[in-house]
C-alpha cells in the first residue's frame, strides 16, 4: 500500500517571496512522484513528476521539486511566487511497473497576498 | 483537442435517483479512472480501467458502477444516489503502464448534489 502526507492544508505567502510545500510519501516498493495544480474550478493538471534519475525536478510555472529517498520526501518550490500561483496542489504517487494506481494527498492551498 | 470531456458539470438529485456521469476522452488512453473530491479529503479513487472490458475497483468503489466498453468511454453510475454522495467527481486518463501511469489527464469536473 502506498500513501502520501501533505503536511500543510494552507500556506499564505507575499508575492514575490520563496515558498516550499512539503509532502511526504510511504510505498513499500519504487515510487513514481507527481505535483498536480488545481485552479479555482477546473480539473487538475500536472506541474512536474519524479521518474527517476536527477533528484531535482523542473516543472511548469517556475516550480521545482526535489525527491529525497532517505527522509521519503518530495517538497516543492519557487522561489518568487505569483498572484496567479494561488491554487490547491497535490501530490501524488504510484508504484512504477504495470498498471498503478495512483494515490493522491488532501491538497495544500496556496494563498499568494498581494 | 478535447482531451478528457466530462458531462454534466451540475447535477441536482434527490435520495434515491439514479444517474450517470459521463466522461469521454479523445487521445487514445488505455487507462481511465474515477475520483470523487471531498474537502480535507483530497482526491479518492472510485473506479478505474486499464482498457476496455476490463475494471477494477478502487478506494471507494461502493454505490457506483462502471464499464468500459470502448477506448474513448467510461461512464459511471450512481445506482442509488445517497447525500454522502455529493462531491465533485473527476475522469482522468493516461496513456498507461509504467512511467505513463501517474501522467494523468483530468476533465474539469461534475458537481452532485444530492438532497
Known amino acids: 500500500a502506498q500513501s502520501v502526507t501533505q503536511l500543510d492544508s494552507q500556506v499564505p505567502v507575499f508575492e514575490e517571496a520563496p515558498v516550499e510545500l512539503r509532502c511526504n510519501y510511504s510505498s513499500s516498493v519504487s515510487v513514481y512522484l507527481f505535483w498536480y495544480v488545481q485552479y479555482p474550478n477546473q480539473g487538475l493538471q500536472l506541474l512536474l513528476k519524479y521518474l527517476s534519475g536527477s533528484t531535482l525536478v523542473k516543472g511548469i510555472n517556475g516550480f521545482e521539486a526535489e525527491f529525497n529517498k532517505s527522509q521519503t520526501s518530495f517538497h516543492l518550490r519557487k522561489p518568487s511566487v505569483h498572484i496567479s500561483d494561488t491554487a490547491e496542489y497535490f501530490c501524488?504517487?504510484?508504484?512504477?511497473?504495470?498498471?498503478?494506481?495512483?494515490?493522491f494527498g488532501i491538497g495544500t492551498k496556496l494563498q499568494v497576498i498581494p | 483537442n478535447a482531451g478528457v470531456t466530462q458531462t454534466p458539470k451540475f447535477q441536482v438529485l434527490k435520495t434515491g435517483q439514479s444517474m450517470t456521469l459521463q466522461c469521454a476522452q479523445d487521445?487514445?488512453?488505455?487507462?481511465m479512472s474515477w475520483y470523487r473530491q471531498d474537502p480535507g479529503m483530497g482526491l479518492r479513487l472510485i473506479h478505474y480501467s486499464v482498457g476496455a472490458g476490463i475494471t477494477d475497483q478502487g478506494e471507494v468503489p461502493n454505490g457506483y458502477n462502471v464499464s468500459r466498453s470502448t477506448t474513448e468511454d467510461f461512464p459511471l453510475r450512481l445506482l442509488s444516489a445517497a447525500p454522502s454522495q455529493t462531491s465533485v467527481y473527476f475522469c482522468?486518463?493516461?496513456?498507461?503502464?509504467?512511467?505513463?501511469?501517474?501522467?494523468?489527464?483530468f476533465g474539469e469536473g461534475s458537481r452532485l448534489t444530492v438532497l
Open positions: 487521445m487514445n488512453h488505455e487507462y
Open positions: 501524488a504517487v504510484s508504484s512504477t511497473g504495470g498498471y498503478q494506481k495512483v494515490t
Open positions: 482522468a486518463s493516461s496513456k498507461g503502464q509504467g512511467v505513463n501511469t501517474g501522467e494523468l489527464f
